[in-house]
């Protein structure tokens, strides 16, 4: 079936370290890819997007990595801050009925130790 | 408003009966959606609006859960005869029509635990 997975469920990272946290998909027809952080009791939170044409995006300390040829991407922050520390979403946006449906994967937590 | 208003944020309902869960989008934006978290997993797609009409709702679980936007702008998710595996987060979201490759602007959501 489709799906948008992770890897890991939980990552621990030194602040001041690079964070990367990695998600697989299946569908190869894919071709938009956004990534969401949510912190405790907020709803996800935009933070990066991927078209499929494109293999790498960055923004403020944030890159994101899409290889298509083995249905990858992964989400770099630089310099993990204390305030980084939320469950990250990888998601794809597929077409339907006009607008956009966001599949979402299960997440990763990510804890940031001062 | 400035962003994506849900009501209530706590909601403690008994087994079986009937609640409604508010969502007032970012105004202007004619995409809604309705998405339950459950602890633990990511967000599950429920139903999506575009305008007044619901233009997907192929996620709604069974026939006791409904969702209106009567004028293009406020939505309700209507539960009917409550689970207590109803429980979780309701997420609402919204954003501009042919915008969906700027994401979504999600509300902080209402918690629903049935007893």
């Known amino acids: 079936g489709e799906s948008v997975g992770l890897h890991l469920p939980t990552l621990s990272v030194q602040e001041g370290d690079n964070s990367i946290i990695n998600c697989a998909y299946s569908?190869?027809?894919?071709?938009?890819f956004i990534w969401y952080k949510q912190e405790s009791g907020k709803g996800p939170q935009f933070i990066i997007d991927?078209?499929?044409?494109?293999d790498k995006r960055q923004g403020q300390r944030v890159t994101v990595l899409l290889n298509k040829t083995v249905k990858h991407l992964s989400l770099q922050i630089a310099a993990t801050q204390p305030g980084d520390s939320a469950v990250y979403f990888c998601?794809?946006?597929?077409?339907?009925?006009?607008?956009?449906?966001?599949?979402f994967g299960a997440g990763t937590r990510l804890f940031v130790k001062a | 408003g400035a962003g994506v208003s849900q009501t209530p944020s706590n909601k403690v309902t008994e087994k079986g009966k009937y609640v409604e869960l508010r969502c007032d989008p970012i105004?202007?934006?004619?995409?809604l959606y309705w998405y339950r978290q459950s602890l633990g997993q990511g967000p599950e797609f429920l139903i999506y609006f575009q305008g007044t009409g619901a233009a997907d709702d192929s996620g709604l679980p069974n026939d006791r859960f409904f969702a209106v936007r009567p004028e293009g702008s406020v939505s309700t998710l209507k539960i009917q005869r409550t689970e207590r595996g109803d429980s979780a987060v309701y997420l609402c979201?919204?954003?501009?029509?042919?915008?969906?490759?700027?994401?979504?602007?999600f509300g902080s959501g209402t918690r629903l635990t049935v007893v």
């Open positions: 998601a794809e946006n597929r077409a339907r009925g006009g607008g956009f449906k966001t599949i």
């Open positions: 979201a919204s954003s501009p029509k042919d915008r969906g490759d700027y994401g979504y602007t």
């Open positions: 991927i078209r499929s044409n494109m």
């Open positions: 105004s202007g934006h004619t995409a």
């Open positions: 569908n190869s027809a894919s071709d938009y």
